[in-house]
Each structure stands twice: as structure tokens, then as C-alpha cells.
């Protein structure tokens, strides 16, 4: 019995379908070296490093201070444009964590009329709502939950009861499985600027450096 060859139409679609197969395979092994390059250079891009001073600059002015801030510090990527604004949001990766990691801080600076200094709300408000309990933590700070009045709920405030001018930070806890508890502190710069730091709580262990490095780095801008 002789067999028939394959009908040639047959025979080309099956060409075809091979070709494409392999054409899919290749885009799909492109496809995959191309995202696993680009896994390698996200990671490297998070990669923490120091606030740097280099490359395009933006001026913003704020309550009439001019402030020459570099494009990669801002918080939300570089603005689009110059000149007045109501508030601004930056990221430093400082070297203020635990053993002196660089961990980032959020740095909010708007006018000093829209907020109040830690300190001043340590005994204008902190004061009065502390609880009888005290927490032991950091060296050289105190800290005192608050009594969940006035949104208050599951708060700490920590401060260094020795100075005439306080390091103070109200902590709060993040929903659980995202870290550590998260800290605001707000300070009074030059110029009628507020500052308002958002930070981990980590970042207490060396709040003796804490404003020291703020100084350092918002000085360079014109902030301080």
C-alpha cells in the first residue's frame, strides 16, 4: 500500500505554524530577559544613598524665601515648574538608622501658620492627655502613650524632659505587617518655614543626630 504525501496547503500550514511558534518563543525569552533586566535595575535604583547635590536644580519660593532645591530630592518626582508654592514635599535618605543605616525621611516644608512645633504642642496638648503609663526606649527620651481622646488612639509621644527646647515625636502604629511605627515631628525653621518630618521608629534611637542632620541638609536649600 502506497501512502499519499501530506496535501502541500497542509504542509504550509504546518510550516507556518511552526514559524510562528518559534517566533513566539524567541519574543517570549526577549521578553523575559527584558524583565528580569529591568528587575536588576529597579533593585539598583533602591539602592539607598545620600541626598545628592548634583544635577538639575528647582526653585520654588515659599512665604517669599527663595529655596534652590536639586530635582531628586523631591518626594513625587521633579515639578513641573518653578516658582511660588504653598508647600513642599522631599525625601533624604539620611543615616540615621539602626547602626547608622540610611533610612528615608519625609520632609514636608510649608508655612510655619499651618502647623505647630512638637515642642510647643508637647505642653499646649501632648501634656494633658498623657496616660499614667510610661514606656522605656531610647536613651535620653521618655515616652507616654496618649489616652485615645481627641484621635489619640494607640499614640506615643516621645521626648528629652532635660531640654529647655525638646526633641519630641508622636508615634503611631502602622497596620500590622508594614513595619516599624511611623513618627512625626515638626520644628520651626528661618524665615516663617515650617517643617514637618514623617520617619520610622527607628529612627529614635539616634534622635540625637536627628536635627543636627536636618540642619545639615535643608541649610544647603536655603531652608535653614
Known amino acids: 500500500m502506497t501512502v499519499s504525501p501530506a496535501h502541500p496547503h497542509q504542509a504550509e500550514r504546518h ?16 521578553g523575559l530577559s527584558a524583565a528580569y533586566g529591568l528587575g536588576l535595575l529597579l533593585q539598583q535604583k533602591r539602592v539607598p544613598t545620600l541626598p545628592s ?17 536639586p530635582a531628586s530630592w523631591f518626594r513625587n518626582g521633579t515639578p513641573q515648574e518653578q516658582g511660588f508654592a504653598s508647600q513642599i514635599e522631599l525625601r533624604l535618605m539620611l543615616p540615621i538608622g539602626k547602626g547608622g543605616a540610611l533610612t528615608p525621611v519625609d520632609v514636608t516644608l510649608l508655612p510655619l501658620s499651618r502647623v505647630k512645633p512638637s515642642a510647643n504642642l508637647l505642653d499646649g496638648v501632648y501634656l494633658h492627655a498623657f496616660t499614667a503609663d510610661q514606656f522605656t526606649g531610647p536613651a535620653g527620651l521618655i515616652g507616654k502613650p496618649l489616652d485615645g481622646t481627641d484621635g489619640f488612639e494607640d499614640e506615643t509621644v516621645w521626648y528629652d524632659a532635660l531640654s529647655s527646647t525638646p526633641f519630641v515625636a508622636k508615634c503611631a502604629p502602622l497596620p500590622a505587617g508594614h513595619g516599624a511605627q511611623q513618627c512625626l515631628r515638626t520644628v520651626a525653621l528661618q524665615g516663617g518655614i515650617g517643617a514637618v518630618y514623617s520617619f520610622s521608629a527607628d529612627v529614635l534611637d539616634n534622635w540625637r543626630a536627628f536635627d543636627p542632620q536636618m540642619k545639615s541638609w535643608l541649610s544647603r536649600i536655603g531652608a535653614m
Do not use: C
Open 53 to 69: 547635590d548634583e544635577g538639575p536644580r528647582i526653585v520654588r519660593t515659599l512665604v517669599g524665601k527663595e529655596l534652590d532645591i
Open 15 to 30: 510550516s507556518v505554524g511552526y514559524t510562528m511558534g518559534v517566533i513566539a518563543l524567541i519574543i517570549s525569552m526577549v
